[in-house]
């Protein structure tokens, strides 16, 4: 059987919602696709088991900063596996896109799954520039929200032929509703410990509503999961806070089917986004979201699904935890449209066979 070489390039393969993305669109993918992730600096082999077992990675180990020899690396892989697709993933992978065109890989593919915080909103003029001058090498540009899509159009200028929306898609037979055990009205948040995440926000927006309802001091605790560089930032607001005893920095977990069940309602504070991996399997287990005006998320929360509150407002998030808290009736037919709503517009396998239709190209 002939083989299709796929490179996936990603600036790292740690827990994030891109790479969980990455990993179950390769599981899926018919036999006859050879998948070669390359990652510029590091992974880690918790989360690469998850590959499936003819998976090869290589970690390039880039040096902090600009890498000149990284790009003699990738030149070598390229010449080496004489790779059909390169497909990278945002801006950190984009310029090797270059390489892969002057050495004419057939189908050069380039997905924007979201920002981070050196440009949340996407209008540093810089990097709208170098996506540009790149443009020429790439055949196709992905985006995984109608926001990010219209803005490579619009702001970034990407021909409309070239770009191609691709929204995240889930398994939901593995992402299901189970009745809670835990009687505490817990505010789960799952995802990187990063400042483009902005969980200072829910650590702010937690002890407010603390402060406002009593009943709900008493039966509410906020559950942070994930790692990253945030981590001593948010210990550091958690230890000021009045309530520190309810919050709760739980560290990465893998069983996150089991995470998402113990939730009571699932929140996400962040400045800027595409559609989180993490928002779309926890309303595939029935958990109502509070989430942040930004990037793809409000394509994703339907008002009778759950609360959309203004960026870095602490306030309205906190009254969002308190009327979900108190309105038990909305809380319980948001459950049910969380789950209805995941499995009616966001499906793995149509994803899948989204990029498959690319890998055609």
């Known amino acids: ?6 490179f996936h390039v990603v600036y790292a393969l740690h827990i994030g919602g891109l790479e969980r993305v ?61 790779p059909h697709i390169v497909h990278t993933y945002n801006l950190a992978t984009l310029e090797l896109q270059v390489i892969s065109g002057f050495l004419r890989v057939p189908i050069r593919i380039h997905a924007e799954h979201g920002r981070d915080i050196y440009d949340p909103t996407g209008s540093n003029k810089k990097y709208q520039w170098l996506r540009r001058v790149v443009s020429p090498f790439i055949n196709v540009w992905v985006s995984v929200s109608e926001e990010l899509h219209l803005w490579l159009q619009q702001i970034v200028k990407i021909p409309v032929k070239k770009t191609k929306l691709i929204r995240n898609g889930i398994n939901t037979a593995v992402f299901q509703p189970k009745s809670k055990t835990d009687k505490a009205f817990i505010i789960g948040h799952v995802g990187r410990l990063s400042p ?88 595939s287990c029935g958990i109502p979201p509070i989430v942040t005006d930004v990037g793809g998320m409000p394509e994703v929360v339907a008002k009778q699904a759950g609360i959309i509150v203004p960026s870095k407002n602490a306030l309205a998030m906190a009254n969002a935890f308190i009327q979900l808290y108190q309105e038990t009736s909305l809380h319980d037919a948001m459950v049910k449209a969380s789950r209805e709503l995941i499995q009616k517009n966001f499906d793995e396998e149509k994803m899948v066979s989204d990029y498959l239709s690319l890998y055609r190209y």
């Not at 958690?238 to 996150?256: C, F, H, Q, T, Y």
């Open 1 to 6: 059987m002939t083989r299709t070489v796929v």
């Open 22 to 82: 990455l990993v179950n669109t390769i599981s899926r993918m018919p036999r006859n696709y050879q998948h070669i992730v390359i990652c510029l600096t590091s992974y880690s082999e918790s989360f690469a088991s998850l590959l499936p077992e003819n998976t090869e990675l290589i970690a390039l180990s880039k040096r902090e900063g600009q890498d000149f020899g990284l790009y003699l690396k990738f030149f070598k892989l390229i010449r080496k596996y004489k």
């Open 196 to 283: 483009i995440k902005n969980q200072t926000l829910l650590i702010e927006a937690f002890t407010l509503a603390c402060k406002q309802d009593n009943n709900f001091a008493n039966n509410a605790k906020l559950r942070i999961v994930g790692e990253g560089e945030s981590r001593k930032i948010l210990e550091e607001c958690i230890n000021k806070s009045e309530v520190r005893s309810a919050i709760e920095l739980a560290g990465p977990r893998e069983d996150m089917p089991r995470v998402y069940q113990e939730f009571s309602i699932f929140v996400m504070s962040s400045l800027g986004e595409g559609i989180p991996m993490t928002l779309l399997e926890a309303m």
